[in-house]
């Protein structure tokens, strides 16, 4: 018997758009945090972003982004002095 729609709802096995559109918002906070909050909140944006966790590659999943994708092109626009300082520290 193939499965219905309310059954997927249900079981949770079909994101919504709605929930799609939550995890972009949180993507999108990420990256504001990273490009103009305050120096506390964009070290820990790019911790969260440019780290080695799996959180942020699961999070872009949910809002439908590739991950890796995503990373290579915020790191185009990354300053140069932010990746010296990393380098520096490790």
């Given at each position: 018997m193939a499965k219905n729609s309310v059954e997927w709802d249900i079981?949770?096995?079909?994101?919504?758009a709605g929930e799609?559109?939550?995890w972009q918002a949180v993507v999108v906070r990420a990256i504001e945090d990273w490009m103009s909050?305050?120096?506390?909140q964009r070290r820990l944006a790019d911790k969260?972003?440019?780290?080695?966790?799996?959180?942020?590659?699961?999070?872009?999943?949910?809002?439908?982004?590739?991950?890796?994708?995503l990373r290579a092109r915020l790191s185009k626009i990354r300053s140069p002095t932010e990746l010296q300082v990393r380098a520096f520290r490790g």
């Open positions: 079981r949770g096995e079909q994101e919504t799609v559109r939550i909050g305050p120096l506390r969260y972003i440019f780290g080695e966790h799996t959180d942020f590659a699961m999070v872009c999943q949910s809002a439908g982004f590739g991950a890796d994708n």
